[in-house]
């Protein structure tokens, strides 16, 4: 039967697996990173940063590093013009340091010379005198007060309580933990950089940067700099992955102060090294967690006190704080609870905003002590969630009404009747066992283990903050162009906002506009809340101007206009005959709307920890098969199932890489990922001693999307960001616990903890 | 910075000698992370890249392979390496990355000398001897004489390693790295087993457990006076542990960022007993 078919190829609308436009061009190493930008006359610029954690400043002598040749500039806390401080929650971080150095790698100077390796000569020309102090290093002794302020704020950045229903109540069931999380680094591959061309008339600037939120960086930007906003243009340049690494300031405020004091184009990048001092982390975090359950497991009361190490500087130590004490129940119904938390200031390098902002340190513990009451009550580990399962309407013990679609219960049992792997053969790939290259083990060295992890995630911003974005439309001959601010940092908004348009519009070609501060802000790429928000804000100015056009057709072809709909790539009349191309339609006229998106107001949190602090919320299972050398302590984690609550899937290759990617994430927090401290100085800055999971350590993915509908979500979709990479992390280590029946409560799981 | 690619041998040693501070470069692997950090700033590389001779695997005398010192580890991964010493194409694929390993080279190796260095414990489980010219001299070191410690070594400014001479053994042979994650990862503890079955004897070398890589002559004397070593023994679970346990206790591993000292001691006594229970089963 040789016929002739016509093969067209699906539109790029929503629901279908687009391509990123940038795809190519990332694979083939074409696409340029900020870190590849150039000007003409463009110089260096090269920060010197504290090695101590701790630190008086005596004296800073730059006049040897000046007098190198090719040396432009050199700039000190002196030379801030504006505000010394910024930071995203409170302004309590120097621009540079000048009387104290809170962390190792603080910075203290920067200069301007026309080649990296002259930047690096005078930095070691600089002589910097320190009195050096004995470091606070550990958060307990912030919360007792027993260490002298470090910061004249104090030692404790946050405290808060949450305090609910019957504080005395037990059950027959008690079990308890202290889970201990190690500070984790987003370790993003395209490093920190930034190109910032001043303006000729020296009054103004444009920067190029690699960030997550470019109008929160002009905010903090212009006050440090002391120019109006209006005098300073950013541009997002190509972002090489962000992972909330990007949210705080590092490079920008030095790279603009030295193009203007130099007067000419500078270019800033980070090496790796450097890179670990010049980002906050996942904040480490000690865990105490009791739970009273009934004889059946069913949660009667969660006890708990967190301490979350903020570092030196706040950054959004409050807000993580506040999303780790409030998912203190997981996924689970819980009517009691008496939660202590802290986020305090230490001399350890600033932690701040990480995928999962908090409840990765939450669920590690709650999802602990789910498996401990499972044994405890003699249930299974998915039993146990079942029957604690939420759902839509529970109250959280922080009073808000759960309001978000929520599927718990088909997350765990929609995971669970995913089939496992297959058992291991008599003949097996030694590669593919725990220790992989090295060649370390027999299959009869090896026994495997399963275990569950659940979570619930907010979405969006939390506490009252006005949370919104902006997108505009210009429809013009058939052609919608995007303008935004919205940061890619490899999510993919630019994949997904033109899926948008064309499904509202009936268009297929959309040009994005470049990424800028020249429209209202996108708000940050963080707290999965892209695809809602600026996803909200593009589908509402696609709206508008859909709007537009249909009075426009209804007017030429005397139609209401209310009978008109798209259809394809045609403007069609739902009880008429009339069809017209998109096109045709929008021919020689320009529609443009403006349109921003904001999500329900939040509250802040009363002094017993209640109120209707968080948008939205979403959920997800994973289910984890490990193989354990349990002589060794090594481990090979084989296949992650999960079923996600995602809303609804706008883009199935966009999501499974979502999950896919959180999954690595997650189990590099498990077994591998740590940055190591000791007395407050960083031991492993470089990718030699951090360890990333590489393709060998990468486990099978086995993933479900439980599409149901949100209503409050602008598409339907829920952000689906954070939540692969958080329960992850718990189901990993309960599979390590399964397979070897011993507990383990501090993560990343290291192969003494196994084996020793 | 001057950068001199030589062509052939002599072009690179004459070189050497007329450059005080000059630096050799061959894969560059470990050289340009050098440089990159600071550690050192050469005016001088010479680059011995493209020299062929460096290049081969040659069978000149009977039961000798000799690999040329900057053969890449892609290619000692493969035949013959793989059937000749396969303990050294093991500890090639343990290296790095395919990107590492096809530009490191054993001349690198050695030319660092880290105790952590991969295909170091092969070359003291084997004895291998190294091939050391200078523009008017060449030297063969016993592999044991060559290092002297961490990042240390007998090397002269103006020599030029090479070629490493392996003794093709009769018998099993293995090497084990213990890392902590499944593949390009630097090696925490590490072990070389040989089962020379003519000689009815085992040599076993550990990495990353001290200075330098140690050879635990007084467990291979143990095993040799109290056990049969030939083809076709049986070796028990219980003299593989005490096997293990007599390793350990000759190596002399640290507490850093990497591991700590107690790990790397129950790893090797583990990686030396499963080795010989495999080079006997
Ligand atoms: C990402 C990464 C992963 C790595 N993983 C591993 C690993 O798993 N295991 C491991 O052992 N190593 C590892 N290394 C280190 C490195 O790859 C090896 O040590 C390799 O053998 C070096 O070989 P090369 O040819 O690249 O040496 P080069 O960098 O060219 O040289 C290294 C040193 O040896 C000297 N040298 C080179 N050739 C000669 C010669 N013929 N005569 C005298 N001196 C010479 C050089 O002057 C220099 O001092 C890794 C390196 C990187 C960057």
Known sequence: MAKSSVVTKPRDILGNSALRPDGAHKVQGSFEFTSDLHAENMLWGATLRSPHPYAKIMSIDTSAALALPGVHC??????????????????????????????????????AADHPETCRRALALIVVVYEVLAPLTNPEDAIAGSFDPIHPDGNVIRHQRIVRGDQNISGPIVVEGEYVIGMQDQAFLGLEAALAIPDPDGLGLHLHVATQWLHEDLTQISACLSLPAEKIRLTLGGVGGAFGAREDISLQVHCCLLALKAGRPIKMQYSREESFFGHVHRHPATIFMRHHADANGKIVKIDARFVFDGGAYTSTSPA????????????????????????????????????GFGVVQACFAHESQMDKIAVAVGKSPVEIRLINAMVTGDPLITG?????????????????????????????????????????????HIVRGIGWGVSMKNLMYSEGFDDFATARCTLKDGVASLKFA???????????????????????????????????????????????????????????????????VGKQHSIDPLRLVIDGTDVIDQVGTFRYSVAEASEGIEIS?????????????????????????????????????????????????????????LNPLSAIGQLEGGIAQGLGLAVMEEIIMQNGKVRNPSFTDYLLPTALDAPDVVAVMIEEYEPQAPLGAKGIGEPPCISVTPAIVAAIRNAIGKNIERIPVRPQDICL | MTVIVAKELTTALTALREHADARLI????????????????????????????????????????????????????????????????????????????AAGSLGGN???????????????????????????????????????????????????????????????????????????????????????????????????????????????????????????????????????????AESSPIDDHRSTAAYRRHAISVLASRLLRKAYQ
């Open chain 1, 486 to 552: 919205t940061s890619e940092v490899g999510q993919g908004f630019v994949t997904l906002a033109p899926q948008i348009a064309r499904s509202v519009l009936g268009v297929d070609e959309v040009i994005l506009e470049p990424i800028d501060t020249q429209i209202g802000s996108a708000g940050s790429t963080s707290a999965s809340r892209q695809t809602w928000m600026s996803g909200g804000a593009v589908d509402g100015a696609c709206r508008l101007v859909r709007e537009r056009l249909f009075h426009h």
């Open chain 2, 26 to 101: 061959q894969g560059g692997t470990d050289l340009m992370v050098e440089i990159n950090f600071n550690h050192v700033k050469p005016t001088t590389m010479i680059s011995l890249r493209d020299i062929d001779s460096l290049r081969t695997i040659r069978r000149d005398q009977p039961g000798m392979l000799s690999i040329g010192s900057g053969v890449p580890y892609s290619i000692i991964e493969e035949e013959p390496v793989l059937s000749d010493i396969p303990a050294l194409s093991q500890a090639a694929r343990t290296v790095g990355s395919p990107q590492i390993r």
């Open chain 1, 593 to 649: 709307e403006t349109f921003e998106h904001h999500h329900r107001a939040t509250e802040e949190l009363d002094a017993n920890g209640q109120g209707n602090c968080h948008t939205a919320f979403a959920f997800v299972a994973h289910r984890a098969v490990v193989d354990v050398d349990p002589e060794l302590g090594l481990v090979k984690v084989v296949q992650i199932a999960t079923a996600q609550d995602v809303g609804r899937v």
């Open chain 2, 110 to 248: 050695l030319g660092t000398c880290s105790p952590a260095g991969d295909t170091l414990p092969v070359m003291f489980a084997l004895d291998a001897m190294i091939h050391l010219n200078t523009l008017d001299s060449s030297r063969v070191v016993s592999i044991h004489d060559f290092m002297t410690g961490v990042k240390r070594s007998v090397r002269q400014h103006d020599e030029i390693i090479t070629s490493i001479d392996f003794p093709i053994v009769k018998g099993w042979q293995g090497y084990s790295k213990v890392g902590v994650r499944n593949a390009m990862v630097i090696s925490v503890a590490s072990t070389c087993l040989v089962a020379d079955h003519e000689n009815a004897t085992v040599r076993i070398a550990l990495g990353s457990v001290g200075p330098t890589i140690i050879r635990c002559r007084e467990a291979e004397a143990w095993l040799k006076a109290n056990h049969d070593l030939s083809a076709g023994a049986s070796i028990s679970l219980d003299i593989a542990g005490e096997f293990g346990k007599r390793a350990a």
């Open chain 1, 400 to 444: 808000q009404i759960m309001e978000s679609v929520a599927p718990v219960a088909r997350c765990i049992t929609e995971t669970d009747a995913i089939p496992l792997p297959a058992l291991m053969g008599e003949t097996v790939n030694e590669l593919s066992l725990p220790g992989g290259s090295g060649l370390t083990a027999s299959r009869s």
């Open chain 1, 320 to 355: 993580v704080l506040i999303n780790g004490i409030t998912h203190t129940q997981g996924p689970y119904k819980c009517d009691n609870a008496t939660v202590d938390g802290y986020a305090v200031r230490t001399n350890n390098p600033p932690c701040g905003a990480m995928r």
């Open chain 1, 74 to 111: 050199i700039i000190t806390a002196d030379d801030v013009p504006g505000k010394s401080t910024y930071g995203l929650i409170s302004s309590d971080q120097p621009v540079f340091a000048s009387d104290y150095v809170r962390y190792m790698g603080e910075p203290v100077a920067a200069v």
